[in-house]
């Protein structure tokens, strides 16, 4: 066995007997927390009389033909904001085929509409009707009548205001309120531009808005439709440089070779004689020449194709690719973008091009830290060009002056909170004397998740320079190289920069597989390879915020395997009420050891296609998948004629090995192999809808009363996804009578650490002795595989 030969990595496909379908379970029981009788009649009283007074307003509504619906909130109890606790309260408002329930407020507050009398009194019935709704009833903390959420400026002179309206979860409804709203802010001459982040999530810039006319859209009943009023963000880019002394020769295309396309979403790219051959077509802006400012666009282009080469490593290893300039902001210096703006030129040039340019870099940072409970309306626009136009946005993290006051670094800015994006963080190359960081330790500058509703963002990071203070206390910097607009060499500092490296990463991989682009199974490779320097110095439990999974590996390194490892990628659909349970899992016998019991490394990488909805805020992931993978007894048969019971076949003694209760809290705490310092990773992700999920174990880390439990020779082994869905899209995919499914792609690598074992050819054994389809992942370039 050699173990320098490349192997290429495999899909496989699960087969019809691995489809299961998900059954009915969960206590018939009512939760503890659920009122007495006393205590149910005196809430049932109190919210009757509160609704009741509500109806008064709902009845003027009618008099007047009124277009907008009352809206209220009501807020849960604590123990009450799971899924199947929410469909409770939900039901008891729910009156006809719309759904009142119309998104969440905060965590624990739903939005509820009151669309007319009839709706109302219905409510009110149940709400008396303590037998039937004492559930529900336990489950809500108040009623109160729902107030837009108000951002004012201490500006004195008039601002741009960004408004979203209440989303009534009605197309029809939704129209006539945008068109009211329109006709009354035209009543009152305001300018505004009206932009649709996605096809449904509508935002409002009203121009040159001054104190009075904002307390009077606060209070005039014209405006009950508003969700929220804030100053619109204004967006700036700077990029300080310094010179650099290197010289690098300039790189040719391939005559007759085929190159994909990056589009550069930036100020412009200048075409340098090092860039020149590179441009696919000609430049997309939105402005004229004098307001195209071309520094920062010319310094991300350089590092995506001459990164390595500038650097003196193969960092990425990428042979070259075409790129567009896509200029969508302009010399801030002259001009002020507005976000509205900057998302219809992003949307304007990915429409134009979105079938010749697959890969997107978005290295403008905004100056702005996400919010810990909801998505922010760029990430919304970024993830619905994603998903409209098949792309891939590789987005920076945003840079942090913090580490100037010796302040802790900042969460990620707005936009890198986008679920479709890869986000990139900076790690620095090397050190100089006053750097702060050590070399592949997070740069001072960079910021760190975890993003809203704790989602792991930045997901990878790369290469974007050091930076400290020398004994004057001035800032003093150690830059990665690129060019500036005169073509000279130069050198900077910033998540900017080490966001193309993934940009060319991505790019490089789509160019070297030969197979149709998917975003998915991009974003999944990347993470997958990703881990962390045996350098690195912060906490095991703080890796993951400050380096999401860490920096990926070369093009090559991630499209093979040597003979001591497989990676298996199973890329699917997974739909409400199935499941995929893998009971034949191929896992060799060749990583049995000496002593009977399975040893070696396992990868699990999942990402999917959670499903999206921009109203539901923090739970804007609507769906999840739950990947399970160990070992099991044997299987059994199943009376499939007894209630709850679907499945013909089952598994008897199960147990998921991706749990870190298995491990040895001991060896989980000691830094002594390479596996330890660079790769283990357990999170509890639990009832998080994360979008990202990784899970790399080492066996041997297992404690010896679980080796002998589930590690033994004799066991077999399973593989388990199950897809899952919030309430609200479960209500509304009733009311639509549409089927709920996502997309994911999982990669499951296995590794003998000695390097002797024959991995590769025993996987390969074992997918035809057990009838599964697999095919190595197509390549456009010869690689050496053996027969």
Request: proline fraction near 4%; glycine fraction near 6%.
């Given at each position: 066995m050699k173990n320098n030969e490349r192997l290429p990595i495999k899909f496989f496909a699960k087969r019809e007997v691995d489809n299961q379908r998900v059954e009915p379970g969960g206590s018939r029981d009512l939760p503890k927390w659920v009122l007495d009788e006393e205590k149910l009649a005196l809430k049932s009283k109190a919210f009757v009389s509160t609704v009741e007074r509500f109806k008064e307003e709902v009845l003027k509504k009618e008099r007047t033909n009124s277009l907008i619906p009352l809206t209220i909130k009501t807020r849960i109890i604590d123990e009450a904001t799971a899924k199947t606790h929410r469909r409770k309260v939900t039901d008891l408002f729910r009156t006809s085929s719309d759904n009142n329930v119309l998104g969440l407020a905060d965590s624990d507050e739903l939005v509820v509409k009151l669309g007319d009398s009839r709706a109302t009194d219905a409510i009110i019935k149940r709400l008396k009707n303590t037998d039937r709704y004492a559930y529900a009833l336990s489950c809500i903390d108040d009623i109160e009548e729902f107030t837009p959420f108000i951002t004012e400026t201490n500006k004195k002179e008039p601002v741009d205001y960004k408004v979203k309206l209440v989303n009534y979860q009605n197309y029809e409804q939704n129209v006539s309120v945008q068109k009211y709203f329109e006709k009354s802010i035209a009543e009152l001459k305001l300018d505004f531009v009206k932009t649709k982040y996605t096809q449904d999530y509508i935002i409002y810039n009203l121009k040159s808005v001054d104190t009075d006319t904002l307390e009077m859209l606060k209070k005039d009943e014209s405006f009950e439709a508003i969700f929220s009023i804030e100053p619109m963000p204004k967006y700036k880019v700077t990029l300080d440089m310094d010179a650099d002394d290197d010289e690098i020769d300039v790189l040719e295309p391939q005559e007759g070779k085929n190159y994909v396309n990056v589009g550069i979403l930036d100020n412009g790219i200048a075409e340098i004689p090092h860039l020149k051959p590179w441009i696919y077509g000609e430049r997309w802006s939105a402005y004229p020449e004098e307001y195209i400012k071309k520094t920062h666009g010319t310094f991300v282009s350089g590092v995506v194709l001459y990164g390595d080469k500038l650097e003196g490593k193969e960092w990425v290893g990428l042979?070259?690719?075409?790129?567009?300039?896509?200029?969508?902001?302009?010399?801030?210096?002259?001009?002020?973008?507005?976000?509205?703006?900057?998302?219809?030129?992003?949307?304007?040039?990915?429409?134009?091009?979105?079938?010749?340019?697959?890969?997107?870099?978005?290295?403008?940072?905004?100056?702005?830290?996400?919010?810990?409970?909801?998505?922010?309306?760029?990430?919304i626009a970024l993830d619905s060009l994603q998903d409209d136009y098949n792309v891939l946005i590789i987005k920076s993290a945003g840079n942090c002056k913090n580490f100037m006051t010796g302040r802790p670094k900042g969460k990620v800015h707005e936009g890198a909170d986008s679920v479709r994006s890869i986000v990139v963080g900076s790690i620095a190359?090397?050190?100089?004397?006053?750097?702060?960081?050590?070399?592949?330790?997070?740069?001072?500058?960079?910021?760190?998740?975890?993003?809203?509703?704790?989602?792991?963002?930045?997901?990878?990071?790369?290469?974007?320079?050091?930076?400290?203070?020398?004994?004057?206390?001035?800032?003093?910097?150690?830059?990665?190289?690129?060019?500036?607009?005169?073509?000279?060499?130069?050198?900077?500092?910033?998540?900017?920069?080490?966001?193309?490296?993934?940009?060319?990463?991505?790019?490089?991989?789509?160019?070297?597989?030969?197979?149709?682009?998917?975003?998915?199974?991009?974003?999944?490779?990347?993470?997958?390879?990703?881990?962390?320097?045996?350098?690195?110095?912060?906490?095991?439990?703080?890796?993951?915020?400050?380096?999401?999974?860490?920096?990926?590996?070369?093009?090559?390194?991630?499209?093979?395997?040597?003979?001591?490892?497989?990676?298996?990628?199973?890329?699917?659909?997974?739909?409400?009420?199935?499941?995929?349970?893998?009971?034949?899992?191929?896992?060799?016998?060749?990583?049995?050891?000496?002593?009977?019991?399975?040893?070696?490394?396992?990868?699990?990488?999942?990402?999917?296609?959670?499903?999206?909805?921009?109203?539901?805020?923090?739970?804007?992931?609507?769906?999840?998948?739950?990947?399970?993978m160990g070992t099991f007894d044997t299987k059994k048969d199943r009376d499939t004629t007894e209630s709850n019971i679907l499945n013909p076949i089952g598994r008897e003694g199960s147990q998921n090995i991706l749990l870190e209760s298995c491990y040895s809290k001991q060896k989980l705490k000691s830094n002594s192999d390479d596996f330890a310092l660079k790769e283990r990773l357990l999170i509890q992700y639990k009832d998080k809808y994360y979008p990202v999920k990784k899970f790399a174990v080492d066996l041997s880390e297992v404690t010896d009363s679980n080796k002998v439990k589930y590690l033994t020779k004799d066991k077999k082994w399973y593989l388990h996804l199950n897809g899952l869905f919030r309430e609200h899209i479960e209500t509304k995919a009733e009311i639509e009578s549409t089927n709920l499914s996502q997309e994911f792609c999982l990669m499951v690598t296995i590794k003998d650490p000695s390097g002797t074992k024959p991995v590769y050819d025993k996987v390969n054994q074992k997918l035809e002795e057990y009838n599964f389809w697999h095919n190595n992942v197509k390549l456009r370039t010869d690689v050496e595989v053996r027969v």
């Amino acid at each position: 066995m050699k173990n320098n030969e490349r192997l290429p990595i495999k899909f496989f496909a699960k087969r019809e007997v691995d489809n299961q379908r998900v059954e009915p379970g969960g206590s018939r029981d009512l939760p503890k927390w659920v009122l007495d009788e006393e205590k149910l009649a005196l809430k049932s009283k109190a919210f009757v009389s509160t609704v009741e007074r509500f109806k008064e307003e709902v009845l003027k509504k009618e008099r007047t033909n009124s277009l907008i619906p009352l809206t209220i909130k009501t807020r849960i109890i604590d123990e009450a904001t799971a899924k199947t606790h929410r469909r409770k309260v939900t039901d008891l408002f729910r009156t006809s085929s719309d759904n009142n329930v119309l998104g969440l407020a905060d965590s624990d507050e739903l939005v509820v509409k009151l669309g007319d009398s009839r709706a109302t009194d219905a409510i009110i019935k149940r709400l008396k009707n303590t037998d039937r709704y004492a559930y529900a009833l336990s489950c809500i903390d108040d009623i109160e009548e729902f107030t837009p959420f108000i951002t004012e400026t201490n500006k004195k002179e008039p601002v741009d205001y960004k408004v979203k309206l209440v989303n009534y979860q009605n197309y029809e409804q939704n129209v006539s309120v945008q068109k009211y709203f329109e006709k009354s802010i035209a009543e009152l001459k305001l300018d505004f531009v009206k932009t649709k982040y996605t096809q449904d999530y509508i935002i409002y810039n009203l121009k040159s808005v001054d104190t009075d006319t904002l307390e009077m859209l606060k209070k005039d009943e014209s405006f009950e439709a508003i969700f929220s009023i804030e100053p619109m963000p204004k967006y700036k880019v700077t990029l300080d440089m310094d010179a650099d002394d290197d010289e690098i020769d300039v790189l040719e295309p391939q005559e007759g070779k085929n190159y994909v396309n990056v589009g550069i979403l930036d100020n412009g790219i200048a075409e340098i004689p090092h860039l020149k051959p590179w441009i696919y077509g000609e430049r997309w802006s939105a402005y004229p020449e004098e307001y195209i400012k071309k520094t920062h666009g010319t310094f991300v282009s350089g590092v995506v194709l001459y990164g390595d080469k500038l650097e003196g490593k193969e960092w990425v290893g990428l042979d070259g690719v075409k790129i567009l300039d896509a200029c969508v902001f302009p010399d801030t210096e002259k001009e002020e973008i507005s976000e509205d703006e900057l998302i219809r030129n992003i949307q304007e040039v990915i429409q134009k091009y979105h079938k010749d340019v697959k890969v997107w870099n978005l290295s403008i940072s905004i100056t702005r830290t996400v919010d810990e409970f909801s998505f922010s309306d760029f990430a919304i626009a970024l993830d619905s060009l994603q998903d409209d136009y098949n792309v891939l946005i590789i987005k920076s993290a945003g840079n942090c002056k913090n580490f100037m006051t010796g302040r802790p670094k900042g969460k990620v800015h707005e936009g890198a909170d986008s679920v479709r994006s890869i986000v990139v963080g900076s790690i620095a190359h090397k050190q100089s004397d006053d750097d702060l960081a050590e070399t592949d330790n997070p740069s001072p500058f960079t910021r760190i998740g975890r993003g809203p509703s704790y989602i792991i963002k930045p997901e990878v990071v790369h290469y974007g320079g050091n930076a400290g203070l020398n004994g004057e206390g001035r800032l003093v910097k150690t830059g990665v190289k690129s060019f500036g607009i005169d073509g000279t060499r130069q050198q900077s500092i910033g998540t900017s920069y080490s966001t193309p490296r993934i940009s060319a990463l991505a790019a490089g991989l789509y160019q070297e597989m030969d197979e149709e682009f998917d975003p998915l199974l991009l974003k999944g490779l990347i993470v997958h390879s990703a881990s962390y320097s045996k350098d690195l110095k912060i906490p095991n439990v703080e890796r993951v915020n400050q380096l999401g999974f860490g920096r990926p590996q070369s093009i090559k390194s991630i499209l093979h395997n040597s003979p001591n490892e497989v990676t298996l990628i199973l890329r699917d659909e997974i739909s409400k009420g199935e499941l995929v349970d893998i009971m034949d899992f191929p896992m060799p016998d060749c990583m049995v050891d000496d002593d009977g019991y399975y040893n070696g490394q396992i990868i699990v990488t999942l990402v999917y296609d959670s499903i999206l909805e921009p109203s539901q805020r923090a739970e804007y992931c609507q769906s999840d998948i739950e990947v399970k993978m160990g070992t099991f007894d044997t299987k059994k048969d199943r009376d499939t004629t007894e209630s709850n019971i679907l499945n013909p076949i089952g598994r008897e003694g199960s147990q998921n090995i991706l749990l870190e209760s298995c491990y040895s809290k001991q060896k989980l705490k000691s830094n002594s192999d390479d596996f330890a310092l660079k790769e283990r990773l357990l999170i509890q992700y639990k009832d998080k809808y994360y979008p990202v999920k990784k899970f790399a174990v080492d066996l041997s880390e297992v404690t010896d009363s679980n080796k002998v439990k589930y590690l033994t020779k004799d066991k077999k082994w399973y593989l388990h996804l199950n897809g899952l869905f919030r309430e609200h899209i479960e209500t509304k995919a009733e009311i639509e009578s549409t089927n709920l499914s996502q997309e994911f792609c999982l990669m499951v690598t296995i590794k003998d650490p000695s390097g002797t074992k024959p991995v590769y050819d025993k996987v390969n054994q074992k997918l035809e002795e057990y009838n599964f389809w697999h095919n190595n992942v197509k390549l456009r370039t010869d690689v050496e595989v053996r027969v």
